[in-house]
């Protein structure tokens, strides 16, 4: 059976998976946050160097992970969209815009929560500090950009090449721990060794990573519905659609 890859590339396809699948997603994330949070902050024991203040990573890391994870998408999306001229493609990235910023914002701001009591200061011009910096000002020049254009597709290339050439921080985030001399340590989770930490204080970290991703897939599947129907409305499809009657009636 031949796959159909492009299936759910049009927007009348899309609109209605996504609709199908947001609200089971939002019921998945609030599922695994109230676990998460459950794991990480109640039945995790306390750090022997840290104490207590170390709970801020059951957040601190998922977010900072999903920051990353998510510019990612976008310059996915941005080369499909200049590669094979889907409207799709445009829709799915501004969608994936404003979580991705909120979640760089957060790990700025979690960080700092956890660096003043253990580095004794809010900020420092660490490198990972800085890069995920970087990361949030693209978020913000992104929508910016392609809030100013009027014309969408314009718009659309204008911002695929921001998120693609943005994209080359991402690594530079990643890997600043081991090319420069930072106040971050290595990563206490990795695919190729084994986690350097209580297994309740891993397990709460990944319920929260998975809370995160079922979140981003809720929230970007119910935007992306919005802005299906403000580009396509002139479609007879669209015009059809009960929410949108509804609303004319």
């Known amino acids: 059976m031949t796959m159909r890859w492009f299936y759910y590339a049009a927007p009348q396809t899309f609109y209605g998976l996504a609709g199908r699948l947001w609200p089971w997603l939002a019921a998945l994330a609030l599922a695994l946050t109230a676990a998460g949070l459950w ?94 910096l970087i990361l949030f000002f693209l978020y913000l020049g992104y929508m910016a950009l392609t809030s100013a254009i009027d014309d969408v597709r314009r718009a659309d290339r204008a911002g695929a090449l921001i998120a693609i050439v943005g994209a080359i921080n991402v690594p530079i985030i990643y890997f600043s721990v081991k090319w420069w001399n930072t106040y971050h340590h290595g990563e206490s989770v990795s695919l190729t060794r084994s986690p350097s930490m209580a297994q309740l204080m891993l397990w709460g970290m990944l319920l929260m990573a998975l809370a995160m991703w079922a979140y981003t897939l809720a929230i970007v599947c119910y935007r992306v519905r919005t802005l299906i129907i403000e580009r396509e409305r002139h479609t007879d499809w669209v015009k059809a659609l009960p929410e949108v009657a509804g609303a004319k009636a």
């Open 39 to 132: 794991v990480g902050f109640g039945l995790a024991p306390s750090d022997a160097q840290q104490g207590e203040g170390y709970r801020i990573i059951f957040v601190h890391v998922p977010v900072s992970w999903m920051s990353m994870i998510i510019y990612l998408a976008m310059a996915f999306w941005s080369v499909l969209g200049l590669t094979f001229n889907t409207r799709l493609s445009g829709m799915m990235t501004r969608a994936l815009a404003p979580t991705g910023a909120m979640f760089a914002f957060l790990s700025l701001w979690t960080g700092a929560l956890w660096g003043k009591p253990m580095w004794g200061t809010w900020w420092v011009w660490d490198a990972r500090l800085t890069s995920e």
